[in-house]
């Protein structure tokens, strides 16, 4: 082999190398995928330099092409299973609650404009709509959507 197919051959595994310690060995994205990412473009760019826009084309679609494959069939793979996290919280949805718009509780702590209401036995989570209330005030639901519930201070019956 001549020097140049070696130079770009070295460049090419070095980066395969790279990525793959980036992928199993390091988490995250750091030096070594960048260093990577670098030795496969330039190992692409010297292959287009050296022997023409027909070989150096075919090099970058190999790269391409590998490095797709990669990423589609290794998730598949046992050892992927393993590897990549694969979860999902689409099916996940917010706690609803068992409030209605108008039932009455007592704040146990100050809303800030969040904090805690029980509602007789249900203790919750409740928000205002930006006002404070005290501790121990009686307060009134206003909203229910999902887990939020918005309370507002309730009206005393000496108020006029």
């Not at 001549?2 to 990525?19: C, D, I, K, N, Q």
Request: glycine letters at 10%.
């Amino acid at each position: 082999m001549s020097e140049p197919t070696l130079t770009v051959v070295a460049l090419l595994v070095a980066g395969y190398l790279l990525l793959a310690v980036e992928a199993f060995v390091i988490p995250g994205f750091g030096v070594p995928g960048i260093a990577g990412l670098l030795s496969l473009g330039a190992g692409c760019y010297l292959a287009y330099q050296e022997f023409g826009p027909a070989l150096g084309t075919f090099t970058i679609v190999l790269v391409l092409g590998s490095i797709t494959a990669a990423m589609w069939w290794l998730p598949k793979t046992r050892f992927g299973r393993n590897v990549v996290h694969s979860s999902t919280l689409a099916t996940a949805k917010a706690a609803e609650t068992a409030l209605e718009p108008g039932e009455l509780g007592v704040t146990e702590s100050d809303l800030r404009p969040a904090g805690l209401a029980r509602f007789g036995e249900l203790r919750q989570s409740v928000v205002t709509e930006g006002e404070f209330i005290d501790t121990q005030t009686r307060v009134v639901v206003t909203e229910v959507r999902g887990s939020r519930v918005v309370v507002e201070a309730a009206a005393t019956e000496n108020e006029d």
